[in-house]
T-cell receptor
Framework: DGGITQSPKYLFRKEGQNVTLSCEQNLNHDAMYWYRQDPGQGLRLIYYSQIVNDFQKGDIAEGYSVSREKKESFPLTVTSAQKNPTAFYLC???????????FGDGTRLSIL | GNSVTQMEGPVTLSEEAFLTINCTYTATGYPSLFWYVQYPGEGLQLLLKATKADDKGSNKGFEATYRKETTSFHLEKGSVQVSDSAVYFCALLTRDTGRRALTFGSGTRLQVQP
């Protein structure tokens, strides 16, 4: 079945450590997105990519980095510069920029 | 800029009650509008969409009509079930150049009691 796979489901980070969240899709979608969700709040856009080897900052990109070397993969690195990383992270993809987005099941990141 | 405003939750209803979750938006141009649903511990699932004024999106008994004059996209269901308990997000996507990602409301939690 086609879909979006995020891993791991739960992730713990130590102070000063970088961690990378995986997002893989087999839907042959061109566009991919990373959102952050905090309790009781909506989703905020971190980064998005409309095509391979290209990505743009969203509303809250500081402390995060991404790469888009392959169409099906869009990993997100939460760097030590992100001072409040505890959140639920959601990856999404869409066939094109104007198409509905499909979401993975998310990764919950916590600080040790 | 773009923004979406949803009614505060939680909304608590008895089974078979009528549901309305209000959503209004501010956007440049003519956005597409969406409702997504999130079950506990999961990602978001697209519930329904509408791409132009007066369009009605519908799915699984839920409906929403794109009202350009009132900039609204309220979600309705005639008879809710316990299994509808979830968080519902209204979102918009504009067609202008530049950012092509969804703008979300803050979500409305629905609790349906048997």
């Amino acid at each position: 079945d086609g879909g979006i796979t995020q891993s791991p489901k739960y992730l713990f980070r130590k102070e000063g450590q970088n961690v990378t969240l995986s997002c893989e899709q087999n839907l042959n979608h061109d566009a991919m997105y990373w959102y952050r969700q905090d309790p009781g709040q909506g989703l905020r856009l971190i980064y998005y990519s409309q095509i391979v080897n290209d990505f743009q900052k969203g509303d809250i990109a500081e402390g995060y980095s991404v790469s888009r070397e392959k169409k099906e993969s869009f990993p997100l690195t939460v760097t030590s510069a992100q001072k409040n990383p505890t959140a639920f992270y959601l990856c999404a993809s869409s066939l094109g920029q104007d198409q509905p987005q499909h979401f993975g099941d998310g990764t919950r990141l916590s600080i040790l | 800029g773009n923004s979406v405003t949803q009614m505060e939750g939680p909304v608590t209803l008895s089974e078979e009650a009528f549901l309305t979750i209000n959503c209004t938006y501010t956007a440049t141009g003519y956005p597409s509008l969406f409702w997504y649903v999130q079950y506990p511990g999961e990602g978001l699932q697209l519930l329904l969409k509408a791409t132009k004024a007066d369009d009605k999106g519908s799915n699984k008994g839920f409906e929403a009509t794109y009202r350009k004059e009132t900039t609204s996209f309220h979600l309705e269901k005639g008879s809710v079930q316990v299994s509808d308990s979830a968080v519902y997000f209204c979102a918009l996507l504009t067609r202008d150049t530049g950012r092509r990602a969804l703008t979300f409301g803050s979500g409305t939690r629905l609790q349906v009691q048997p």
